[in-house]
């Protein structure tokens, strides 16, 4: 039966309303195959087998009532990166500092997964708060690459990406403040969409960088990123910025050919530094979705070397806010032996926070202070509308952008982790899409000569999900289906 | 040499919405400890600030009843600190756009009026409260108040004496009470003041150097806090030493102001645009609603007053001290229509009748229509005004109505003719050498006649016209 997880969520939701397998035999398949290759891999923080079972037998009651009645995720086993909050499940953001936080609410996102009969696995690895690109600034342990263990999954939605990979579950959920759902699930051969800002709810999910973070769907499939993202989609009135718009039935966007579609070449996306591997798997995608019917254009994103400065004062500046909060006075760490109240702060945020979230907390910390505000801050804020500009100038030549996801395939363990500003440039082209609010996503498009996967990134306006998932669609009908998982 | 000061407020005030400006705990006061709370006013991970769009409505009544401009677009800033009555390690507050600015606002001190500037008013949430434990070295946090709508209204500085403090910040209570968006109390913190103050020898137009006093928490306390911060600074001044610019706190206890310490030195507070929140945007169709549900300001009300009814000043200050005041009086008198003796009832009367139960006009035993019911009584003679006093003290304390008060104890005044003609009839037969005193030109003598009228009616007789009937009867 482990060709079961191997199966795309669709596939599954076929076997499940023709009753052939059973949530339960799907949900205890699964758990057997954690068991089985988890330790190799490491992408789960916390399993919660009893729940996924009990959210199992559920969706067998539901499935055997009324077919009528099961939605496309019904029994569907899903993993889910642990900065979303998941009620009486602790949730940890990768750090000592929630070691043992459990939230007395779910987000958003995971109240919807569940009134559409979703089956939670466990909670997935991620670098703290979501800061990396490797999944090795996990306060517990890094998570490895299902093709290479011996490399990172990239990150931070590392262990979200690597489990859907692994087939330790059919999808699972991310989070993407500057690329951390498209990079690894590059770096994973998985399909990764971060939606437009404000396109799905963010109550529930712990903040890093509040005006650039945004939840959304890994699957092994355009087909599954479609149906999760009409599951996730849609207005919240507990998130301010989250914009009350219809949500589409984004499965119809799934049509073969690519006629009347204009695709965008940003030309300096392809510049020296780019892996030699990476540039010709990228090229044979733009050809294949020529071969669709695609129209290729040439554009211009002048703004782009600003980009990663940018990011890297925003993105710390609001963080260093946003975790503000965890000081030991109402829960998570609250460090022992301390002399008054300053000397707890500073003892527990000292032992709560590892490195690299306490070198953005000072940078950003820095960049708010009063006499640095206007030239970092508010500087960053006016180039991020430079990049809005360069992108609303682009998306009149093009209906979508393609362009690779990271410069390179999947590094090693250990490779980057002690030259953050390297590591920093593994999201150069993943930030500025977070820096404008549009959707991106990855798509498995080749392998390096290594046999790691590499992803294209497409990229369209706000709102323009549909036109990525369609010409996603179309690179991966091209292409062939990815069916060479990774043996683990 | 002279010196004159210069002081400008910085006045919180609690809004009394329903519930809190994120989250939708209540705000009300007194709960048990961290029972109105919630995992956003707690400032749990992952949860996010929804604002209360009744705050922002509130906010803007207060900024157009003091005259200000109104921003159309209201961004919310964080600021920074570390305290453990203060969740998130940041307030929401708002910054660089404030939702007002440039108003200002008329008070009166002896006689003569001043304009005192606002500078601005924002928006900002309150900070939950910390009890110390007396015994041991360990404080608890209550966080029922964290997230309380709070505006800030930051005054220019033009106040010059405590007494013109005083003066603006009872006007600014006044106006919050009137709008219905606080109770303005300021012992129990609805209300709380900051005070700027600084010398400058008098007719010098630069500022000297200010100090800020916190913890003033009484109308009584910011009028000598303020005086003891001139005596010092004067003192300072004079001695050619310099006033250090710091933040003083006012001890009540012993009178003083003295240098903060610890937590409250100079901060950074990293404010920037709350990127959880969306920008506000007022538009003209909203102002224009709130404006027109505004009620008359009191000193649009004291103008009206004084032309409709020809009050005197003395009474239009008691009679618009609160909205309900003047509506009890305007409610009287459209039952009464005689405005100057139903000011006179309520302004004496029924004011000593209130401070002596401690009671609020909105609380009053004795409804508008009672009084007027009253005072119908002693019109048509039915009752003497000396009695109505001790009635009206009655219906206070028993919520009755002054006819049945009357009624019950038979203390209708006597005022039928020809009942009076007999009783004046018999007085005249039994004392026919003062009868004939009268006539002989003694008209002193019709007072101990009046007199035996009132007696025999056990006082019930209607005074006026026993006089009048008896001296008919005399002169025949
Ligand atoms: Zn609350």
Redesign the interface.
């Known amino acids: 039966m482990s060709s079961l997880t191997d199966l795309s969520v669709h596939e599954l939701h076929e076997l499940l309303i023709k009753r052939e397998v059973s949530a339960v035999e799907v949900a205890k398949t699964y758990l057997k195959r954690i068991d089985e290759v988890d330790s190799k891999v490491r992408a789960y923080l916390t399993l919660t087998p009893d729940q996924a079972l009990a959210q199992a037998e559920e969706a067998d009651r539901c499935l055997s009532r009324d077919v009528e009645e099961a939605t496309p995720l019904t029994g569907i086993p899903m993993g889910i990166k642990d ?3 998941t009620c009486g499940v602790r ?1 940890t ?1 990768g750090s000592r500092m ?1 070691e043992n ?1 459990v ?3 779910s ?1 958003t996102v995971i109240e919807r997964l569940e009134a559409h009969g979703a089956v939670m696995l466990g909670k997935l690895n991620m670098d703290e708060f979501a800061m990396g690109s490797s999944t090795e600034n996990s306060a517990f342990y890094p998570t490895h690459n299902p093709w290479d263990l011996e490399r990172v999954p990239g990150g931070s939605s590392g262990g979200s990406a690597a489990s859907v990979a692994a087939r330790t579950c059919a999808c699972s959920l991310g989070s993407d403040t500057g690329g951390s759902i498209r990079q690894p699930s590059s770096h994973c051969g998985v399909v990764g969409m971060k939606p437009t800002y404000g396109r799905v709810s ?6 890093f ?3 650039l973070d945004q939840i959304g769907p890994i699957t092994r499939d355009v087909t599954d990123c479609a149906l999760l993202l009409n599951v996730i989609s849609g207005y919240d ?5 989250s914009i009350p718009r219809d949500v589409p039935d984004y499965t119809l966007s799934l049509i073969p050919g690519l006629e009347g579609c204009t695709i965008g070449l940003p030309k300096e996306y392809f510049v020296s530094g780019l892996d030699p591997d990476v540039e010709r798997a990228v090229k044979t995608a733009v050809s294949a979705l020529e071969g669709q019917g695609a129209r290729l254009v040439e554009v211009s994103l002048p703004h782009t070397e600003y980009a990663v400065a940018t990011y890297y004062i925003i993105a710390p ?2 963080a ?2 946003n ?3 965890y ?1 030991g ?3 998570g760490l609250r460090a022992q032996g301390f002399k008054d ?1 300053t000397d707890m ?1 500073k003892k527990t945020r000292s032992q709560g926070f590892g490195p690299e979230v306490k070198r953005r907390i000072m940078i950003g ?1 820095y960049s ?3 006499g640095y ?1 206007d030239a970092y ?1 508010k500087k960053a804020s006016q180039v991020r509308t430079l990049i809005v500009q360069d992108f609303r100038h682009a998306f009149k030549d093009c209906d979508v952008i393609a362009a690779p996801v990271a410069p390179t395939s999947a590094f090693r363990l250990g490779e980057k982790v002690d030259d953050p500003l390297q590591m920093y440039l593994s999201d150069i082209f993943t930030i500025p899409a977070n820096l404008a609010g549009i959707p991106g996503i990855s798509v498995p498009c080749g392998m390096d000569h290594n046999g790691l996967p590499i992803g294209l990134q497409l990229m369209a306006t706000h709102f323009g999900e549909q036109s990525l998932l369609k010409a996603a669609y179309n690179l991966e009908l091209a292409m062939g289906p990815w069916r060479n998982w990774p043996a683990v | 040499m002279d010196y004159e000061a210069v002081i400008g407020l910085e006045v919180h005030v609690q809004l009394q919405t329903a519930t809190k400006i994120f989250c939708p705990c209540p705000t009300t006061f007194g709960a048990l400890a961290n029972t109105h709370t919630c ?1 956003v006013c ?10 209360n769009r009744k705050v922002v409505e509130f906010a803007i009544k207060m900024a157009l009843a003091v005259n200000c401009d109104i921003a159309p677009f209201n961004v919310f800033a ?1 600021k ?1 600190y ?1 305290y ?1 009555d203060l ?4 307030q929401i507050s708002q910054y660089e756009s404030p939702l007002a600015e440039h108003g200002w606002l008329d008070i009166e001190v002896d006689g003569r009026t001043r304009r005192i500037g606002i500078t601005r008013i924002h928006m900002e949430e309150d900070a939950g409260k910390l009890m110390h434990d007396e015994n041991r070295p360990v404080s608890y ?1 209550d966080l029922n108040r964290t997230g309380v709508p709070l505006i800030e209204i930051v005054s220019e500085p033009d106040i010059r004496s405590p007494e013109e403090a005083v003066a603006y910040l009872k006007k600014l209570r006044q106006l919050v009470r009137y709008l219905g968006i606080s109770d303005g109390n300021m012992e129990e913190g609805s209300m709380r003041c900051d005070a700027n103050i600084s010398l400058r020898p008098s007719g010098q137009k630069g500022y000297g150097t200010r100090s800020e006093l916190k913890n003033i928490n009484s109308f009584r306390h910011v009028q000598r806090a303020l005086e003891y911060e001139i005596r010092r600074q004067t003192a300072l001044l004079l001695d050619g030493q310099d006033v250090v610019q710091e933040t003083r706190l006012w001890d009540a206890a012993r009178g003083v102001t003295f240098p903060m310490r610890g937590k409250e030195e100079a901060h ?1 507070y ?3 645009p709350d ?4 920008p506000v945007e007022i538009d003209s169709a909203w102002l224009t609603r709130i404006r027109e549900e505004l009620p008359e300001l009191p000193d649009a009300k004291r103008i009206r007053l004084k032309r409709q009814y020809g009050l005197s000043d003395y009474d239009l200050e008691i009679l618009t001290a609160s909205r309900s005041m003047a509506d009890y009086f305007e409610g009287c008198v459209a039952q009464f229509p005689h405005p100057k003796t139903v000011s006179n009832w309520i302004c004496v009367e029924l004011v000593r009748l209130l401070r002596q139960g401690d009671q609020e006009i909105d609380t009053c035993p004795v409804s508008p229509a009672g009084l007027a019911g009253l005072l119908e009584m002693i019109d048509n003679g039915t009752i003497s005004g000396k009695m109505a006093k001790d009635i009206l003290q009655q219906m206070y304390h028993t919520k009755k109505s002054a006819r049945e008060i009357v009624e019950e104890q038979g203390l209708a005044q006597m005022s039928d003719e020809s009942q009076l003609r007999i009783v004046i009839e018999r007085v005249m037969e039994g004392h026919p050498k003062e009868v004939e005193r009268y006539r002989a030109g003694k008209t002193k003598v019709l007072g101990f006649l009046v007199g035996q009228v009132m007696r025999e009616t056990r006082g019930q007789a209607n005074p006026k016209k026993v006089n009048e009937l008896l001296e008919k009867a005399l002169n025949p």
Request: aromatic residues 16%.
């Open positions: 900065v979303i909050c949730t953001c929630l936080f939230p007395p609410y987000a963010r109550y529930g999910l712990v903040a960088a509040s005006s009135p507990r998130d301010s910025t500046a609001e260093s806010s975790l503000s909060r000081d006075v109402k829960y109240l702060y910390t708010l202070s009063s505000y801050y | 995992p707690i400032g749990m991970p992952g949860v996010l600030p929804v604002l964080r920074h570390f453990p969740p998130k390690g940041y946090v950074d990293r404010y920037f990127p959880d929140l969306v």
